[in-house]
């Protein structure tokens, strides 16, 4: 049995998220999901993989003067990374932080599809009617396999401080070695 990445969700996010495959499965069209809850630290190497260090020195310094010194730190501990651009949302800023989030690949024959926006169209649709939001219809960063919880859309406006300290009640506790901490 693969991870049960719904397991770590928030509960009733878990449930809504659970209806969404269940409901693409009575269409055809299996959703297999490979990412759910994730820590600051891993999206801060996501984030990172993508930018130069001028992006990164420039996020840090505003993060750090708008009150949140922690997650600076967060983004300059995981050390350099490379990768394709996946993200637009530094540590803190994405719903996989709140657990409020899942990343599912469409099944296609035993295989992952990527290219074809098929299944994922059917997905956010089924997403959407759920109270969801989907990264499907998002207009900046198009995410095909994502999909959150609607309380989550508003998140690019949180105040960093805000954002701070959130992340420090859920995440400040996590040993090394968890989680993708350094
Ligand atoms: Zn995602």
Redesign the pocket.
């Known amino acids: 049995m693969a991870t049960d990445f719904l397991a770590q969700l928030d509960p009733a996010f878990a449930t809504t998220a659970k209806q969404v495959l269940t409901a693409c499965e009575a269409k055809g069209i299996t959703m297999r999901p490979y ?1 759910a809850a994730r820590s600051p630290w891993q999206q801060a190497r996501l984030w990172r993989q993508s930018r130069s260090t001028e992006q990164i020195q420039a996020a840090r310094q505003r993060m750090e003067t708008e009150g949140a010194p922690w997650l600076a730190n967060v983004l300059n501990e995981v050390g350099p990374q490379h990768g394709d651009h996946v993200t637009n949302a530094l540590p803190g800023k ?1 719903a ?1 932080q709140y657990k409020l ?1 899942l ?1 599912c690949f469409w099944l296609v024959n035993g295989e992952a599809e990527w290219e074809d926006t098929t299944g994922y169209r059917i997905y956010a649709t089924v997403a959407q009617e759920r109270g969801l939001s989907a ?1 499907m219809f998002w207009t900046s960063f198009v ?1 095909p ?2 999909i959150q919880h609607g309380s989550m859309d508003n998140m690019p406006n949180w105040a960093w401080s805000m954002v701070e300290a959130e992340m420090y009640a859920r995440w400040g506790n996590t040993p090394s070695g968890q989680w993708g901490r350094p």
């Open positions: 990412y994405s996989h989030a990343d990264g995410d396999p994502h």
